[in-house]
């Protein structure tokens, strides 16, 4: 059966990085005898500069009547002074809203090789494996109003949480709890936030319905501290969405870099699947990109939207292997081994998809 697969480079290093992903689709689908079928589309900067603004209609239809969605990433310093709705970021926020994609789901588990890779001991880091599910399509992005008052010397931003839009990402929660460790811990700041009351509420109420799953609150601040101290504690973790936003990027120096971090932004009936991290100005055009993070993205691709779990799984294990035979990009922080560029990385991935 064939599968249609949207690409979106977007800016920056999406652009080096999309392909690295749709190379190793295309050996995957050599191997498998599966059939994706691949169409490109502008985001981001790339759409300003193209049709004036981030996101098109054409490329919002697209997306719709796609069986799937891969993002490189959006942004970068050439659009700093672009009106803000027109920002290349408002595209992906945009893209977020239209497809209903309110569940980020952010898996962070060090890959052996690389153990030695993080700037945190490695008996600190050993055994964690953590999921940040992070709400995507609502809180303090979206809010309204948002705006400058005061001849724009008092901004505002709106914090707002509706019962409906906390419900979906809990649940979500607590099914990834279950097919996991059973530990969810729910991130707020209850202490001070109105929205975060009652995100823990609803929390209460629905560990009802999954009495195999123990729960915690844990304020936001403390956490940040504990994914340091102690980032073997944590299991499943459910947060709104800047929380989540800055806790996954914390939570990427224990796999060694930000580089390595795939994820999958679900709705109900589809899946937009982008790595963690942006695009990467300070490196971009020169071929210095870690394709890990979006390789591992087009994995989470296979497994969620397509159910094919031993493909997923084979693209993990030849990341795995090509790590442990020594290389790497120049993100990570390792002595030994020998540092590649994008392209040489993804080759090497790819000549060991089993
Ligand atoms: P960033 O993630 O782009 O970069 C942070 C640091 O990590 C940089 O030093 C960069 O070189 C490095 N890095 C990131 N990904 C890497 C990779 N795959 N390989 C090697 N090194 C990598 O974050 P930033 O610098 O804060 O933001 C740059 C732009 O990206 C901004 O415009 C921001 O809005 C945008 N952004 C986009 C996304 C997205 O599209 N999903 C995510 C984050 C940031
Ligand atoms: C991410 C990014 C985006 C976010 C930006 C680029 C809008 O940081 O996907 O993590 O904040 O959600
Ligand atoms: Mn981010």
């Known amino acids: 059966m064939s599968k249609k697969i949207v690409l979106l480079p977007g800016d920056g290093i999406g652009q080096e990085v999309i392909n690295s992903a749709k190379k190793v689709l295309e050996r995957v689908a050599e191997i498998y005898s599966s059939h994706f079928e691949f169409e490109q589309f502008e985001i981001g900067g790339t759409s300003y500069d193209l049709h004036g603004e981030p996101l098109t209609d054409e490329t919002i239809e697209a997306c719709k009547s796609a069986d799937a969605i891969l993002l490189g990433a959006v942004g970068g310093t050439k659009w700093d002074n672009v009106p803000t709705h027109l920002r290349p970021e408002q595209g992906l926020l945009s893209i977020r809203k239209e497809l209903n994609l309110y569940s980020n ?179 971009a055009g020169e071929g210095k990109a870690n394709p890990l993070g979006m390789i591992l993205s087009a994995a989470m691709m296979l497994r969620y939207s397509f159910g094919m779990e031993k493909e997923a799984l084979a693209i993990e294990d030849a990341v795995n292997l090509s790590l442990k035979q020594g290389y790497h990009t120049a993100d990570l922080n390792i002595k030994e081994g020998k540092i590649v560029q994008t392209e040489e990385m993804t080759n090497i991935v790819i000549k060991n998809i089993k």
């Open 105 to 283: 789901i952010r898996p962070i588990k060090g890959f052996d090789p690389l153990l030695h890779a993080s700037p945190l001991k490695e008996d600190i880091i050993k055994g964690s494996d953590i999921l940040i599910v992070r709400e995507l399509t609502g809180g303090l992005y979206f809010g309204e109003p948002r705006e400058r008052r005061e001849n724009g010397t008092v901004a505002v931003d709106t914090l707002v949480y509706s019962r409906e839009e906390i419900e979906r990402i809990v649940k979500q929660g607590f099914e990834s709890a279950q097919i996991r460790s059973k530990h969810l811990t729910s991130v707020d700041k209850a202490n001070v936030l109105e929205s975060s009351r009652l995100w823990r509420e609803i929390v209460e109420e629905q560990s009802k319905n999954y009495p195999d799953v123990k729960v915690d609150h844990m304020l936001v601040d403390a956490t940040a501290m504990k994914l340091i101290t102690d980032p073997a504690s944590f299991d499943v973790i459910v947060t709104e969405n800047l929380f989540g936003d800055i806790l996954s990027d914390e939570a990427s120096v224990l796999t060694g870099s930000i580089g390595m971090l795939p994820s999958a932004s679900l709705s109900d009936t589809v899946g937009l699947y982008e790595p963690v991290h942006g695009s990467a100005p300070d490196i």
